[in-house]
């Protein structure tokens, strides 16, 4: 079993009682008998830094390490995540120079003394340059604290969700920006996954499906023969690795070529606060630019903590067809005979 595994979860609750009681984090490591990654994080001796910042503690091997784990156990929740770990997409390095093959060299056999054909190569460069994803809960003080087992699993499964839809909404709408081919949906989704095939398919590429909710339920229901799709999760339809991702607009399929396209996810920070106060809206209106009077509730009036979970990631097509977006999907089921 991977010893980090529930580090990012001891974290949590280190924090939040360190924030209550106002005992140093080293005190609450040993007091609670934390898992020893756990402990090394809380007690490491690195200054002007915090776990809020996930660069920062991106320095830890522990952090890293224990970041890596908490990725992984996103499963199914995360589209992006799932084409990461299953090598779909191509990973590369944060805070540099990539390049996609656009046009590949072609290898020759010449007879003695017959001319040798020189290929070209041209390269699509960009900087993966990083973003950070920040996936904000409120929870109950009580829940984080209990240490019972029924408590962490779902304080785990809480955090696990909410980071899976930020990462997920930050870098499907990174790539789709980039996406020149886009089109409107018909009422046939024959034609429909046709044109989106010939747009991306090179014959050379690992070619991978993503879908909003409401997509993955029609492709679920074609009923077809031409796949196993399931409404959640990962999949398959087409013969292709099918995701389900909430981080999609509703009526959005994408189709993408994961050999064009790079992208990583470098590290995981935490950071809590007991006196907030909060707009509970998946749409706040509440911002600097154009203030809207909405309610607020009080997280220290509630008894409540929120929990902030930051990811750094980065996303980016390599060349312009890379990725073909379909919108406006309501396909009808299809009834067979």
Known sequence: ????????????????????TGEPL???????????????ILKAAIAAGSLGDPQWAGQLADMAAASSAFLQSLGGRSAFGALLDQGILTRAPLHSRVGAVAEGAVAAVSGEGRARP?????????ALSPQQADAII????????????????FVSRQLRRAVAKALDAGALSTLISSATPTFAAT??????????????????GRLAWIAAPDVGNSIALLN??????????VSEFLGLPLAISPGLAAGTLVLLDGD???????????????????????EPTMDATTPTATPVVSLWQTNSVGIKISALFGAVAGTPDAIAVLTNVEWPPVVSG
């Open 224 to 233: 077809d023969g031409r796949g196993t799709a399931s409404p959640e999760g």
């Open 1 to 20: 079993m991977n010893e980090h595994a529930g580090t990012i979860l001891a974290l949590v609750r280190a924090l939040v009682i360190c924030e209550r």
């Open 118 to 126: 020189v290929s070209r190569m041209t390269l699509d460069g960009d």
């Open 260 to 282: 064009r396209i790079l992208a990583d996810v470098e590290a995981i920070g935490v950071d809590i606060s007991r006196f907030a106060t909060l707009q509970m809206n998946d």
């Open 26 to 40: 080293s005190d609450v490591a040993d007091r609670l008998r934390m898992p020893a990654p756990a402990q090394r």
């Open 187 to 204: 009422t046939n989704h024959v034609s429909d996954l046709k044109q989106m095939l010939d747009t991306v398919n090179s014959g050379e």
């Open 138 to 153: 409120v929870l109950s003080r009580e829940v984080i604290e209990n240490s019972s087992a029924a408590s962490q699993a």
